[in-house]
């Protein structure tokens, strides 16, 4: 797969513009267009961790944004935009299997991400169990 330029931006790369963004969406002049229409013209080098949610959460030029996506998960798996921790990770795990199929090299890169996250949030989740179970145990004595 060709790595798009991250110093050009989604309308120079697949030669998209604004008004056919608008076409894509009913009802028109919503903020999601805004954005996306705004999105257009950034350089990818400048996407932040929200841009690239709001993207890949509308599957929007897949190609280019799931690689810059992966590289800020193998940083932080927890990293987020405007939601909550972890929704960019969020927005990648409910992507199509279709996209996964098409771009094999990219779906491993993220099942080794993925793999290695799922043991330690199992234990994280045991250990805040137990912290929980403590905690009763210290309200009461107090």
């Given amino acids: 797969m060709k790595a ?12 998209i513009t604004p008004e056919d963004i608008q076409r894509y969406y009913d009802p028109p002049a919503t903020s999601l267009i805004t954005a996306h229409q705004r999105l257009l013209e ?17 599957e929007s030029f897949l190609r280019c944004l799931v690689p810059l996506a992966l590289e800020r998960l193998a940083e932080n798996p927890m990293i987020q935009g405007d939601y909550h921790p972890g929704d960019l990770l969020e927005n990648l ?13 990219l779906y491993y890169d993220f099942l080794g991400e993925v793999s290695g996250l799922a043991p330690v949030l199992r234990r994280l989740l045991q250990s805040i169990d137990e912290f929980e179970r403590r905690a009763g145990e210290v309200a009461l004595d107090h």
């Fill in 42 to 58: 950034k350089p990818l080098e400048d996407f932040s961790t929200e841009d690239l949610r709001l993207m890949i959460g509308q």
């Fill in 4 to 15: 798009c330029d991250r110093k050009k931006t989604l309308h120079e790369i697949e030669d």
């Fill in 93 to 105: 795990l409910r992507l199509p299997r279709g996209f996964w199929t098409d771009f094999p090299d």
